[in-house]
C-alpha cells in the first residue's frame, strides 16, 4: 500500500480491477482504495502476472504492508542465467550452445563441455531464437494457453454492479444502501450518467419508512432489545447510522474523514492560540456585481456565487498583511511566510467536510477562479478528490451562510494560521449617507469573522486584512488600489 500524503497511514480496498491470473502492464489500475479523504485508483508499478490479491474488497490496508503479488518474470530469468553460466569454457564461448530437448540434452555439463556440439543446420540457426529471448521467452505450453492481449476481459466499473441490473452507484452509495437496506436495483440515480447517489438512497429508505411492507413474524424485524419497528429502524439509520448496539442506541466506527477531521481539530486547538474577529459590512455592490458576471460570455457555464469574488478579495487584501499567509513550525521553531496563496475552501460532502484547495489563487483572475472553483466544488461533491486536491492549503474560506447563519467561531487549519468565515447575506436596513444626506435603506448585508493563530498573527494585523476585504466588498472597484 502506498502512502496517500496528508500523514494518512492505511486505506480501504474499495474493489479490485483485476484477477489472479490477469497480466498487467505498468501503470494498468489494479485496485480503488479509499482514505479517509478520497478514493483513489492504484496503478500498478510493475508489469507481469497477478499472482495473488493479498488484501479483500472491504479490508483496511497500513501503509507499506503488502496488498497484491505481481510475477515480473525476473527471478526465473535470473536463475536461469545462473544455470548457463560454466557449461561453455571461455574459448568456446563464440560457439552455439545445443538446443534443449535436443538429443544432447541429456548429457552431463562435462560431456557437452568436452564434446562440441554438433552444427546446426542453416534452417535451424534462422529459426533459433537469440539466446536471451530464449531464457526469458516462457514454455511453449503457457503460451499457447494465454489468450490474445485484445481478448483479456475488461476490469469492471468500480461503481457498477455485476449482471443484468447493473446499476451505478458510488462505495459511499453502496455502503448507506446496505446499512438501509435498501436495494440499488430499485433506485433511480439522478447523479449524473444516472449515478446513483447517497440523496437517491436516503430518499428510498424514506420511502419505504413512508410505505412499510407488511408486518413479518414477530420479533423478526425487531433491532436488539425488540424496540425498533421496521419503519422505526430504518429512521434511525437514517438520522444516527450503524446498527443497533444495545437498548436505546447505536454505534458507528469513528474512522474515514471524521476520524481525520476529529484528530485535526483536536491538535490545532491544543497548540493554537485561536482568536476570532467580527465585522459586518454592507456588500451591495458585490451583489451587482456577481450579477453582472452571471451575464457575462465569459463566465458561461460556470457556477458564479459571492464566493467567487471573497478569493479574490482575500488574495489582494494579503499583499497588505502577508502574515495572514504565514505558518508557524512548531518542529524548527520558526514562521513560514508562503509565497503562493493555496486557498482551501470548505465543502460539505457525502463524505464528510472536505476542504479542496486553489492553487496559486493570487494569480488567477476572475475567470480562473471561478473555473476551479466550480471543477473542485463538483468533485468534492462526487466524492473523488484525489491527495493532489486537498493538500498544500496556506488559507481556509467556509461558508456558513449557505445553511443560513450569520457568523461563527472557527477552528484554523492545524497548517494554516488563518480562516476566513462567510455569513448569510440578507437585505438589511442600512445606514447610508451623511449628514443631512443620511438615510436607512435596505441593503445587502454580512458578517464575516476572521479566525487567526495569535502566536504570530497580531490582533492589529488580523483587523487590518478583514477591513481591507470588507472594503473591497463593499466598492469592488477599489481593488485597483492592492
Known amino acids: 500500500m502506498p502512502d496517500p500524503g496528508e500523514g494518512l497511514t492505511e486505506a480501504e480496498v474499495v474493489s479490485w480491477r483485476v484477477a489472479v491470473g490477469d497480466t498487467v502492464a505498468i501503470n494498468d489500475v489494479l ?13 500498478s508499478p510493475y508489469a507481469g502476472t497477478v499472482t495473488a490479491l493479498v488484501a479483500a474488497e472491504g479490508q483496511t490496508v497500513p501503509v507499506g504492508a503488502p496488498l497484491v503479488t505481481i510475477d515480473d518474470g525476473s527471478e526465473p530469468e535470473k536463475a536461469a542465467e545462473e544455470l548457463l553460466v560454466g557449461h561453455i569454457p571461455a574459448a568456446e564461448s563464440g560457439r552455439r550452445r545445443r538446443r534443449r530437448g535436443s538429443a544432447g540434452a541429456a548429457q552431463t555439463p562435462a560431456v557437452v563441455v568436452e564434446s562440441p556440439p554438433e552444427p546446426a543446420t542453416h534452417a535451424e540457426r534462422v529459426a533459433e531464437p537469440p539466446r536471451a529471448e530464449r531464457v526469458a521467452e516462457p514454455p511453449r505450453a ?30 459511499p452509495a453502496r455502503r448507506l444502501a446496505a446499512e438501509l437496506g435498501v436495494d440499488l436495483a430499485t433506485v433511480t440515480g439522478t447523479g449524473r450518467d444516472g449515478v446513483v447517489t447517497r440523496t437517491d438512497v436516503k430518499a428510498a429508505a424514506s420511502r419505504t419508512v413512508a410505505s412499510p411492507p407488511a408486518v413479518p413474524a414477530a420479533g423478526a424485524a425487531a433491532g436488539v432489545g425488540g424496540e425498533f419497528a421496521v419503519g422505526q429502524s430504518v429512521v434511525s439509520r437514517l438520522m444516527l447510522g450503524g446498527a443497533p448496539t444495545g437498548p436505546g442506541e447505536r454505534r458507528t466506527p469513528i474512522q474515514g474523514v471524521r476520524k481525520v477531521t476529529a484528530k485535526a481539530v483536536k491538535e490545532s486547538i491544543d497548540t493554537k492560540a485561536l482568536v476570532t474577529s467580527f465585522l459586518t459590512c454592507d456588500v451591495t455592490a458585490t451583489m451587482d456585481f456577481v450579477s453582472r458576471m452571471r ?6 457555464g460556470l457556477h458564479i456565487s459571492p464566493l467567487t469574488v471573497w478569493c479574490k478579495a482575500v488574495t489582494l487584501a494579503m499583499r497588505r498583511t502577508p502574515v495572514i499567509n ?8 520558526e514562521i513560514v511566510h508562503h509565497e503562493q496563496v493555496n486557498l482551501g475552501i470548505a465543502a460539505a460532502t457525502p463524505r464528510g467536510l472536505m476542504v479542496p484547495v486553489l492553487r496559486g489563487a493570487q ?13 473542485l466544488i463538483a468533485v468534492a461533491k462526487e466524492g473523488a478528490l484525489q491527495p493532489a486536491d486537498y493538500s498544500g492549503g496556506t488559507f481556509s474560506i467556509t ?20 480562516i476566513l468565515v462567510l455569513g448569510a447575506i440578507s437585505r438589511r436596513p442600512w445606514v447610508v449617507g451623511e449628514g443631512e444626506e443620511e438615510r436607512v435603506v435596505p ?3 454580512t458578517t464575516m469573522s476572521l479566525g487567526f493563530d495569535h502566536r504570530l498573527i497580531d490582533g492589529e494585523q488580523g483587523s487590518v486584512f478583514l477591513r481591507d476585504v470588507a472594503q473591497i466588498l463593499s466598492d469592488p472597484s477599489s481593488a485597483l488600489l492592492y
Open 31 to 43: 485496485c480503488e482504495v479509499e482514505t479517509a479523504k478520497s478514493i483513489v485508483e492504484l496503478p
Open 142 to 171: 503457457e503460451r499457447v494457453a494465454e489468450p490474445p492481449r485484445a481478448e483479456r476481459p475488461v476490469p469492471p466499473r468500480m461503481d457498477a454492479t455485476e449482471g443484468p441490473a447493473h446499476v451505478l452507484a458510488k462505495p
Open 295 to 300: 451575464q457575462d460570455k465569459a463566465f458561461k
Open 326 to 333: 504565514a505558518s508557524w513550525d512548531d518542529a524548527t521553531g
Open 363 to 375: 494569480e488567477m483572475t476572475l475567470v480562473e477562479l471561478a473555473t476551479e472553483l466550480t471543477r
Open 399 to 418: 461558508n456558513v451562510g449557505v445553511f443560513g447563519l450569520d457568523a461563527g467561531t472557527p477552528v484554523v487549519n492545524r497548517q494554516e494560521s488563518a
Open 443 to 445: 441593503r445587502w448585508v
